[in-house]
Every structure is written in structure tokens, then in C-alpha cells.
């Protein structure tokens, strides 16, 4: 590194993946990391999280706001203050550029900026280092992706063995089986394993199958596909799961059969493709390739389609590990595949006159193909 360049991330650990993979330290307010021109790292964090900072947070140095207060003085608001003493830790250590990533709060571009110190966008900085998974970090993928499988087949079986009444609405404990019913039970599944549903969990039927990911709503129904897609976190390692099955409870339609039949087989490409030095664009073809040949349609429908319409509308899947979205994505565009990265691959199709169907799996990369952390099977009975 330069001897006047520092790089320099900043936010919340609790919120901002990037800044916590850094410095491993997880905390609810902001916090402001440096490595300086001379190789050593620094991280400023509120002034009652030092001790914990000292013993956990991965720095050279911890110090707090008032440890680098500027000429002027500090400011009255908590965050802006933080700011401002980072500006100056890097004037100190006579920094002329920072090197940033895509998660840097404005407020500290700001005050970076203010003090005439250059910001550099680097589009790989905090992406690359996350792609490529330790081997602990694969260890934690498998254990988030084994608490979410648990929490599906809890939540298949249930719809699957629901009793229906006379209208073929499914009943559960004397009332009406919704989908938020179900994704209720889900994230107290995902609690009772230390893991949390940040985000909800899908649990939809027709008609909102349609839109590939509306969380549901309203009671399910015996014979109709039901997709459940649940993407807990890990509350201690942070590290997410992933998995989609759908689940019929009763007999499918002709046509639901053909679809999963079609999903499965993409699927199963899909996982297959994944390999070291071919590209998440590729990936996505071969999936691309499956779906058409099956007679089903991809991308969005045109704004006159009728509801027969069946297609999948979304790319083949996407990285994950401390977010549940990580670059790169198995889509249009999807750049060269890497050994340790892991990813979801997620085919589906949906109607809003047949319901939907969608199978996604967790898959590692390895250096003579793939790896899958999931073991539940994938059909549409689960009684």
C-alpha cells in the first residue's frame, strides 16, 4: 500500500456484513475501521464497547471518538462524532486517500471528504474477501443450512398432513392453516435453534405464487402447490440458510407434475454446471436451457399474458453466507466462478392459475466440481 493511502470501512457490524467479516465484532452502533498507509489497523467503536472491543474485535488499535477528537471539536450527535474522529485518525496518520467499499455510510464519506482527504471506490474491496469461504466458514453454512432444513420439514409436514374441511381449506388446531400461521411456527422453530427469521419466511400459494416472492397470505389449500422458502440467520455465527421445497397436500395436477419434473432436472443442471473458472452466466444457461425445453417460458411475462402463463422469473441463484443475497449471482452477467464459493441454486416456475413450484439447495464449489449441504428430499409429499 501506498504510504499515504488507508483503506477504510464503516457502519454497523450488527447490520453491515462486510465491516463485521473485518473485524469480527458484532455490536449495534456504529463503528469506523482503518488500516493505514503503515499496515496497522485501527477501529474506533462507542466508548462503552472498548473493553469488549479489545477482547473480541479483529485491530491493532481500539480507541473511541474522543481519542482522535479534531481541532473544532466534536460533534453533539453520537454517529456524526464518530465520523469526524475517523476523518481526523486518518489526517493524523497523514492519509491523503481512502480506499472504500459500497457499503460506506455517506456520513463518513463526508467527513472524510471534508477534510480534503480523496475517496477511491473500489468495486472489489470487502466483496472478494467474502466470496471465497474459509473452511470455518463453510462449517458455519452447513450448520445454518441443517437448522434450516429441520425448520422445512417441520413446516412441510404440517401442511402436508393438515386436515382439510368441506371447501378444501387445510386446518390446523380448529382453524384455518394460513401461510402466516405457518410462517409464524417457522421462526419459532428457527428461535428454539439460535437462529432467527430476520427477514420472514415465503409461504404461498395461488394466486400470490405468481410474484416469485410474495410471502404469502391467507389460508392454503388441499390439491395447489404450496412453495416454503426459509432463510434464517444464525444469531451467534451470523451466517445464513437457505432452502426452498414446495409441498402439495392431497394430489397434484397433471400439471404440477410436469413443472416439478422440469424444475427437478433444472436443478439438478444447475448443480451440476457449478464447477471452478466457468461463469454464474453459464450456470444460469444450462438452468435457461431446461426450463425452455420443458415448454415453460423464462423472464417476466408480457403485460397481456393471461394467467396460463408458466415461466420462471428470476436468475438460477445467488452467493450467500453472512448476507442471504452475496454477489456473484447465477444470472445474466454472472461473473467467473471460484473454489469455496457457495451458492444457492433455486429453478422454479409459477402460474397463477396452477401455483408454483420451486427446489433450492445450498451448493459449494470445490475444486473438481460441486458440493450440496442439503440432504431433505425434494418431492411434494412429505407425509
Not at 75 to 102: F, H, I, N
Not at 178 to 193: A, G, M, N
Not at 243 to 258: A, E, F, I, L, W
Not at 298 to 320: A, K, L, S, W
Request: with cysteine; proline share 4%.
Amino acid at each position: 500500500m501506498s504510504n499515504s493511502i488507508a483503506k477504510v470501512l464503516a457502519g454497523v457490524p450488527a447490520v453491515n456484513m462486510t465491516l463485521f467479516h473485518r473485524i469480527q465484532f458484532s455490536v449495534g452502533d456504529s463503528a469506523f475501521f482503518a488500516q493505514l498507509p503503515n499496515g496497522k489497523t485501527t477501529l474506533l467503536v462507542r466508548d462503552i464497547e472498548m473493553d469488549r472491543a479489545k477482547r473480541l474485535a479483529k485491530a491493532d488499535k481500539i480507541g473511541c471518538a474522543s481519542d482522535f477528537t479534531p481541532e473544532k471539536g466534536l460533534d453533539g450527535d453520537r454517529d456524526t462524532a464518530l465520523a469526524q474522529a475517523g476523518a481526523e485518525c486518518l489526517r493524523q496518520a497523514g492519509v491523503k486517500e481512502a480506499q472504500v467499499d459500497r457499503t460506506l455510510p455517506f456520513l463518513f464519506a463526508n467527513e472524510i471528504q471534508k477534510i480534503g482527504i480523496r475517496l477511491q471506490y473500489d468495486s472489489s474491496f470487502g466483496v472478494l474477501e467474502r466470496r471465497i469461504k474459509s473452511e470455518k466458514e463453510l462449517q458455519h453454512l452447513r450448520e445454518a443450512q441443517k437448522v434450516t432444513e429441520d425448520a422445512m420439514q417441520m413446516a412441510c409436514s404440517l401442511i402436508a398432513k393438515a386436515p382439510a374441511n368441506s371447501d378444501g381449506i387445510l386446518q390446523h388446531e380448529g382453524i384455518a392453516l394460513t401461510s402466516e400461521r405457518v410462517r409464524q411456527l417457522i421462526s419459532r422453530f428457527v428461535l428454539d435453534h439460535d437462529c432467527t427469521t430476520l427477514h420472514d419466511s415465503i409461504v404461498v400459494t395461488i394466486p400470490h405464487v405468481a410474484d416469485c416472492h410474495h410471502f404469502g397470505t391467507g389460508p392454503l389449500q388441499k390439491n395447489f402447490p404450496v412453495i416454503v422458502d426459509i432463510f434464517p440467520t444464525h444469531n451467534h455465527t451470523h451466517y445464513c440458510g437457505d432452502c426452498t421445497r414446495t409441498v402439495v397436500n392431497g394430489d397434484p395436477s397433471d400439471q404440477v407434475r410436469d413443472m416439478h419434473a422440469c424444475v427437478l432436472q433444472a436443478h439438478r443442471v444447475g448443480c451440476e454446471a457449478l464447477r471452478p473458472e466457468t461463469t454464474g452466466q453459464a450456470v444460469h444457461e444450462a438452468v435457461t436451457e431446461v426450463i425452455r425445453s420443458g415448454g415453460y417460458h423464462m423472464g417476466q411475462p408480457p403485460d397481456d399474458t393471461n394467467e396460463d402463463y408458466i415461466g420462471m422469473r428470476h436468475g438460477t441463484g445467488h452467493g450467500i453466507g453472512l448476507d442471504i443475497h452475496e454477489p456473484i449471482l447465477l444470472a445474466k452477467g454472472g461473473e467467473k466462478i471460484m473454489v469455496n464459493e457457495v451458492f444457492t441454486v433455486e429453478p422454479g416456475l409459477y402460474s397463477a392459475k396452477y401455483g408454483g413450484v420451486r427446489v433450492e439447495d445450498m451448493v459449494a464449489v470445490t475444486t473438481t466440481g460441486h458440493v450440496n449441504f442439503n440432504t431433505l428430499q425434494s418431492g411434494l409429499d412429505w407425509k
